[in-house]
Every structure is written in structure tokens, then in C-alpha cells.
């Protein structure tokens, strides 16, 4: 059973740094073609992907935010995470991270983390 | 990136069928014949309902079908049922390992 979980913090005052866990089970990142995404929506908005990393691969961004993203992976840990420097409350939403199958989708997803920035 | 164009909302009583549109871009959509469509309920993670434009994963009802024409995606959802109700996305690949999601529509059964 394939399993993830996004954590980190609730609340962030802004221009601080957001840093977001994304913990998973049940795959292997080593596989082609399976990497982790990360996907915000505000509340009452859209979905927008922010990014992507696979196994064998540098990450890969969003072009308006790649600035401020950095996307990191612990392997032996089973865990990707995700930094945001200098946030907004534009950035306020739930964050999701999902997984990319060889499918070419995302089929599965955390149950995402809502993220307040204010001060 | 700009993202995908989509109706804010569509309605459909029990029992029709419902066509949501996904436009993009010669860059994305009509590039790839790699667009997905997710299913979001209030609160929750969004669903894998269409991968690769038209196939289906194991689970989702055969009600739900995608195509493409073009830059543009589509979903359609046949015999709507009251739990069909919920907001729907489409995202495609856009190339250089990028993605791209639909502002999203509103489904009223």
C-alpha cells in the first residue's frame, strides 16, 4: 500500500523560510519513472504544481517560483522536502505532495498540510 | 507556465452525460498526449480519474472517459450520479519535466 504524508509547520510569519516534509511508503523511488511532486492550492483555488523530483534526477521547478523552491530527497529516510524561502501570504495554501507513476499522473497523494503566512 | 483553461462550472442532472473542457497550448496539451484528470471533493486530496488522456485506472467507473483534439483535453462524465458532484482538474506535461494543472470546474449534479 503506497502512502504519503506531508508535515511541517502550520503557521509561518512572512519572509520567513517554509519547510514541508513529504514522508512515503509502499514504493520505491528507484524505479523509472516514479518520482514526488509537490502541488499547492489556496484555500477556495486552484491546484499549481510547484515541483518535481525523481530518483536519478535534479529536481525540477515551477518557472515563477523556481527562485524560491529548493526540493530535497532523504532516500534511507523515505522522505522528500520541500523549501520555500521568503514567503508571502500569497503563499498560504495546503500543500500536497503526490507521487508520479510511470503513468505519466499523479495517482497518489498526501492528505496535504495547510500553511497560514501571517504575521 | 500558464495554466490550462477550464469552465469554472458545468451542471448535469442525474442520469446525463457532461463534457469539461481543458484547453492549452501547442507547448502542453497539444504536444503530449499526456494530460490527467483529477476529482477533488470539498476537503480532500484530489483523485486520479484519466491518465495519458483517455485511459482509465483501475477502480474509476467506466463513466468517466477523456479525449483530446488539438490543445485541447477533454472529460466526460456519463449517467451523472449525486456523488459525481465535485471539482475537477486537468493537468498535462509541458515539457523540460514540468507540469501544469486547469484552474479547475465545479461540477453541480
Known amino acids: 500500500q503506497i502512502t504519503l504524508k506531508e508535515s511541517g509547520p502550520t503557521l509561518v510569519k512572512p519572509t520567513q523560510t517554509l519547510t514541508l516534509t513529504c514522508t512515503f511508503s509502499?514504493?520505491?523511488?528507484?524505479?523509472?519513472?516514479?518520482?514526488v511532486g509537490w502541488i499547492r492550492q489556496p484555500p477556495g483555488k486552484a491546484l499549481e504544481w510547484l515541483g518535481l523530483?525523481?530518483?536519478?534526477?535534479?529536481?525540477h521547478y515551477t518557472a515563477s517560483l523556481k527562485s524560491r523552491l529548493t526540493i530535497t530527497r532523504d532516500t534511507s529516510k523515505k522522505q522528500m522536502v520541500l523549501t520555500m524561502t521568503n514567503v508571502d501570504p500569497v503563499d498560504t495554501a495546503t500543500y500536497f505532495c503526490?507521487?508520479?507513476?510511470?503513468?505519466?499522473?499523479?495517482?497518489?497523494w498526501g492528505q496535504g498540510t495547510m500553511v497560514t503566512v501571517s504575521s | 507556465q500558464s495554466a490550462l483553461t477550464q469552465p469554472a462550472s458545468v451542471s448535469g442532472s442525474p442520469r446525463q452525460s457532461i463534457t469539461i473542457s481543458c484547453a492549452g497550448t501547442?507547448?502542453?496539451?497539444?504536444?503530449?498526449?499526456?494530460v490527467s484528470w483529477y476529482q477533488q471533493h470539498p476537503g480532500k486530496a484530489p483523485k486520479l480519474m484519466i491518465f495519458?488522456?483517455?485511459k482509465r485506472p483501475s477502480g474509476v467507473s467506466n463513466r468517466f472517459s477523456g479525449a483530446k483534439s488539438g490543445n485541447t483535453a477533454s472529460l466526460t462524465i456519463s449517467g451523472l450520479q449525486a456523488e459525481d458532484e465535485a471539482d475537477y482538474y486537468c493537468?498535462?506535461?509541458?515539457?523540460?519535466?514540468?507540469?501544469?494543472f486547469g484552474g479547475g470546474t465545479k461540477l453541480t449534479v
Open positions: 503526490a507521487l508520479l507513476t510511470p503513468e505519466n499522473a499523479f495517482d497518489f
Open positions: 509502499g514504493v520505491s523511488l528507484t524505479t523509472t519513472g516514479v518520482g
Open positions: 523530483i525523481y530518483w536519478d534526477d535534479a529536481p
Open positions: 501547442s507547448s502542453d496539451v497539444g504536444s503530449y498526449n499526456l
Open positions: 495519458e488522456g483517455s
Open positions: 493537468c498535462s506535461y509541458a515539457g523540460d519535466s514540468s507540469w501544469v
